[in-house]
Each structure stands twice: as C-alpha cells, then as structure tokens.
C-alpha cells in the first residue's frame, strides 16, 4: 500500500533521477523545505560577488516570498545530492560540478513534467552565469533584454530563495558536513552539492 499519493510516479522519478547522475535523491512532503528570509538576505551581505549578475540570482528572482508561494502549490519535494570530492568545489573545477548540477535538476525536472507534474521547477545552487555564461560580458537577459542562452539547463540558486540547505539534508536523513574529516565513514570524506525540484 502507498505511504504517500503518486509514490509509484515518485518511484519511478526517484529511479531517473539516480540514472541522471544524482548521488542520492529523496522525495520530502514540501513542508521540510525551511525557508528563511535572513539566508537570502546573505546573497546581498555580505555581497556575493555574483549577485545580480544572472536572471537567476537576486535580485532578479522572487526571493523567500516566491518560494513560499511555490511551496503551497508544490505535491511533493525532491532533494537531490551529487556527492564529489572537496577539492572540487573550490577553485576551477567549481562551475563544471555546479554546471552539472544544473544540468542533473534540468533533467529531472522535465521528467517530473512528463510524469505529470507540468508546473514542475528545479533549484540548482550557484551562479549559472558563471557555470554557464562566464564567456560572455553580461548575462543576456540582463544585459541583452534577450532570453536565456541555456533555458534548458541554468536554473535558479537555492540560496536568492533563502532555502535553508542544511535542514534539506537533515529532513532527508543525509550528512551535513561539506569537508571532509578524519572520519573513516565513507560518506564524510566526500563533499557535496545540492539542488531541489518542487513537483507542481
Ligand atoms: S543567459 Fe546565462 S547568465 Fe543569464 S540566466 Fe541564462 S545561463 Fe544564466
């Protein structure tokens, strides 16, 4: 017998999701995702040096208010982890894992779409603009009052939404730590990055 409704439908995303390259995933009912306004508040300041440089970063997105409102139209929430090595996510190498990231919710979100839930909407974490558009001088929907170069990958930062990330982790019974220590547990060797698709 389900435990929750659509758990065969969620099964089965769950399923695509691990193939799409997602170290873990969770399906959450929406009310585990804790939204704070003080955590958007740090995308201005202190100031990330990405902010206001994407369509998708504040002050350009609908902050903690949109996502609540998202939220209460939302069927079931979807965490997902891609676990890589800490070294990763410094330095060059981090807008690859990021872009990846982007690129694993993108797909999962377009399965949720064609599993029916067509208002279905992912979160990635980061700057696409640095992920995606580091090239180019400005982000083009900023910059060009044109569309997005990438709408079928660059999502939005969890962070502009004030998602508090770590209690993400929690809900879904994985490790908070982002470094490595000098634990022999597999799990606390590797770092991690996170990204959510709200099903709607
Ligand atoms: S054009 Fe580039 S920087 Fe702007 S929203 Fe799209 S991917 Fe991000």
Known sequence: MSDYPDKETIDSLLEFAAHAGASKVKRLPPESVCVEDGLAAFCREPKCPHWGQSMSCPPHVSGPEGMRKLLQSCKHAIVIRIEIQSSSLHGEDRPEVMRLLHEITAEIEAEAKRLGF???????????????????????????????????????????????????????????????????????????????????
Not at 134 to 158: K, L
């Open 118 to 200: 067509p208002e279905s909407v992912g979160f990635a974490g980061g700057s696409c603009k640095q992920s995606f558009c580091r090239d180019y001088p400005t982000c083009r929907v900023i910059g060009e009052h044109g569309s997005c170069r990438h709408p079928e990958h660059a999502r939005s930062s969890m962070s502009g939404y004030g998602v508090n990330v770590g209690e993400l982790m929690k809900s879904a019974g994985w490790s908070t730590n982002l470094f490595p220590s000098n634990s022999n547990d597999e799990e606390e060797q590797l770092s991690w990055v996170a990204g959510l698709v709200l099903l709607r």
